[in-house]
């Protein structure tokens, strides 16, 4: 996918461009259905599957990651773009903002992989494990997800993740909000109950902002 300079950091741009050029909703061999189509169980279900495939040896990340993903867009609608008036507009499942947003849109014409539930949840999983990622988080960032994710519990990767990776506004209501999520997919997926989940938050790492 190719889209010009102008397109770089301007509102939805690169998502209106994509979309023009009729690259939202295609699917890699119609593994992931044709776009946001069904219930929002049906797509809840999809990015759940997503989710599987690529951390498919450890459900507590898999309940940490669908938490989160949840705190982000409630509906999973991979095509979900921000509503709020703002100059980097979320889109997706993780509401990739700003220069992330368009590093997504460069990783998808250097793979060749279509805009779906598998691919975003793939490109999260890149950014935390890859050398060379199409877009740096940290590699202080990407040391402590890993971490957690290999040896945590449901509340240490929602926590994680809510802090190192989507690092939101407040991050105690977040982590507590995400946390009560996860433990949700938590028992959906029949992870033993892990008792009350801390509500205590991190202290921030940098000057991140989320997603950026």
Avoid: C, W
Avoid at 52 to 72: C, S
Avoid at 197 to 209: D, E, I, L, N, V
Wanted: glycine share 12%.
């Amino acid at each position: 996918m190719e889209f010009p300079p102008e397109f770089q950091y301007n509102l939805g741009s690169p998502i209106e461009y994509a979309n023009r050029q009729g690259l939202l909703g295609k699917t890699a061999g119609g593994l992931m259905g044709a776009g946001p189509t069904g219930d929002k169980a049906e797509r809840t279900e999809r990015v759940l599957g997503a989710v599987q495939r690529h951390f498919p040896d450890n459900p507590n990340a898999q309940a940490a990651i669908m938490g989160n993903i949840k705190g982000e867009n409630h509906r999973f609608n991979y095509q979900e773009i921000e509503g709020e008036d703002v100059a980097t507009k979320g889109y997706g499942l993780f509401q990739f903002t700003g220069p992330q947003r368009d590093a997504y849109f460069r990783y998808l014409n250097a793979t060749g992989l279509q805009d779906n539930e598998d691919t975003q949840v793939g490109y999260f999983k890149s950014l935390i494990y890859s050398k060379n990622p199409e877009h740096e988080i940290g590699p202080v960032n990407q040391d402590r997800i890993r971490e957690q994710i290999n040896t945590g519990s449901v509340q240490d990767i929602s926590d994680v993740i809510t802090h190192r990776y989507e690092n939101p506004r407040n991050l105690a209501e977040a982590q507590a909000t995400r946390g009560g999520y996860s433990q949700g997919f938590s028992e959906q997926l029949g992870l033993p109950s892990p008792g009350k989940m801390s509500q205590t938050p991190r202290k921030p790492f940098g000057a991140m902002t989320k997603n950026q």
